[in-house]
């Protein structure tokens, strides 16, 4: 009932920057926290960066100061701006989104992921 779709990852140079989206569609009532996931392979996956319906923020000490997580609650959108960005940054980073759907079911949704590789 509910898809999240990512875009722009990709492969940069350490120092440079990426801007990731996120829309979610199908039968949404409203989208209440979205927020941006990473995982390399064999590591959990870890929470980047999160923003509520009200947009305020929260983010992994990891990325302070260098990425910036924000929403256009009209587009159901999400988007994480990624500046400075390091080797380590490099993972499948993921979509996620509580949505409640026009049934009335409250649903947590995920992304298929979007490969970002840092690196010279």
């Known amino acids: 009932q509910v898809q999240l779709v990512e875009s722009g990852g990709g492969l940069v140079q350490p120092g440079g920057s990426l801007r990731l989206s996120c829309a979610a569609s199908?039968?949404?009532?409203?989208?209440?926290?979205m927020g941006w996931y990473r995982q390399v392979p064999g590591k959990q996956r870890e929470l980047v960066a999160e923003i509520t319906s009200g947009r305020s923020t929260n983010y992994a000490d990891s990325v302070k100061g260098r990425f910036g997580i924000s929403r256009d609650n009209a587009k159901n959108t999400v988007y994480l701006q990624m500046n400075s960005l390091k080797p380590e940054d490099t993972a499948v980073y993921y979509c996620n989104a509580v949505v409640l759907t026009t049934t009335y079911k409250q649903f947590d949704s995920w992304g298929q992921g979007t490969q970002v590789t840092v690196s010279s």
């Open positions: 199908g039968s949404i009532l409203s989208v209440h926290a």
